[in-house]
């Protein structure tokens, strides 16, 4: 049986305004899944993604990666894990966001490779031929010495791929990578996700991509106010009855 | 007065405006940055005293603080004014003026970054100082240079106040050979040299900017 890389159980989410945005909500990934979650807008997706990586504290239930806990709820407080224990949690995520967040003063190459060096401590070396590797494999090996804003929005969101990538992270995480992006662009990131879940990467990905996430996960999750209102394999949920499901999968299919 | 006596002193001067002038960013400018941090701290009490501090800086004429800063030792501490002091106080008092007014474009230009930049190093493993350093402030620094260029060219204006602690700088000198010679000339070259050293630093800060925009 595979390793469970992440656990997320009851998961709560309130923000400071009072909005209660995520109300119980579980997920189990495994070694090599790739789980999509759809949904809409407003959903609570992002914020699900937000609190696996820790970007926002959570309200209550709880996170752990590798078995291990990061965050947990006791005597109705939440705890965090020890900071060692953190930093090891830490290592085992990435995330892909929507609008890419590069570092635009760094060139491809250093966007890819400042963070295992200054981070992970890779010799610099080492750090530029894994880098190398990773260009070639998602077809930017001509842009390394390129700033971001000389990058189509296609190759840009590429290359945040590769410097996710390039902390080896046992899961990562996507945002409505295509989001911002044109149908033409959106094909070519697409096809790297693609070629990332046939080399068994654990993927967590938020899209509305509904051809895409039929195609690339192993499980979808539809998410409505919070809430999973459906969970399943993309045949399961593609062909339920479900008519608020149905509803909107009708209409981000063309 | 020969002409060539008169020119070497306001040259003189010329030196001592440019010190003051080149001190005054040595030490504005990193102090800017500290308390731009301790404005935007968590802490009520320490944004609190540096929101009055800028107020202060802010809100009272330089040629005032140049004076209090000046007898505040004896006033204060009951220490005797040596008259070296006067330079050493025109140095202090530009300076925390400056960084009052650099804090503000600092604060300005950090907060102008995109919270994305944090949440994607703080992802990727840096710490807070790491993407500081490595992330935010070169971009910061891109942002600020318009705002920046404007103050240094006001401080090289600026540095004439001086003249109230009688530092011998430009400006106190060209006022001194015009009242004794009654002449307006002395003012008129320190006009010119004043005039030239702004276009002088407009052209660097320009040189500056344009080496800058290797990035968007
Ligand atoms: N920082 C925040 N503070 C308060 N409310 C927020 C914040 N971020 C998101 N929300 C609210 O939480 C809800 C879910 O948002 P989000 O997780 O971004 O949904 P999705 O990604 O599915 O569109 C929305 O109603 C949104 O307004
Ligand atoms: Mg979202």
Redesign the pocket.
Known sequence: MAEVLLEINNLKKT???G?E?LKDFSLTVKKGEVVSII?P????????LRCATML?PISGGSVAYIGKKALWEEDGKVCQASRQDMKEIKKCFGLVFQNFNLFPHYTVMQNIIDAPISVDKVPRQEAIERAKMLLERLGLSDKADHYPFRLSGGQQQRVSIARALALQPKVLFFDEPTSALDPELTAEVLKVIKQLAAEHMTMII?THEMQFAREVSDRIIF?EHGIVQAQGTPDELFDSDNARLRDFIGKFTS | MQTSTMLSQLASGMLVSIEIFVLTLLFSLPLGLLVALGRMSKSRILSGIIKVYIAIMRGTPLMLQLIVVYFAPYYVFGINISARFRFTAVIIAFSINYAAYFAEIFRAGIQSISVGQWEAAQILGYTKTQTFFKIILVQVIQRIIPPVTNETITLVKDTSLSFVLSVAEMFTIAKQIGAREASIVPLMVAGLFYFVFNYVVAFGMEYFEKRMSYFR
């Open positions: 923000y400071e305004d909005n945005v949904g807008s407003g959903s609570g997706k992002t914020t699900v926002t938020v998410m």
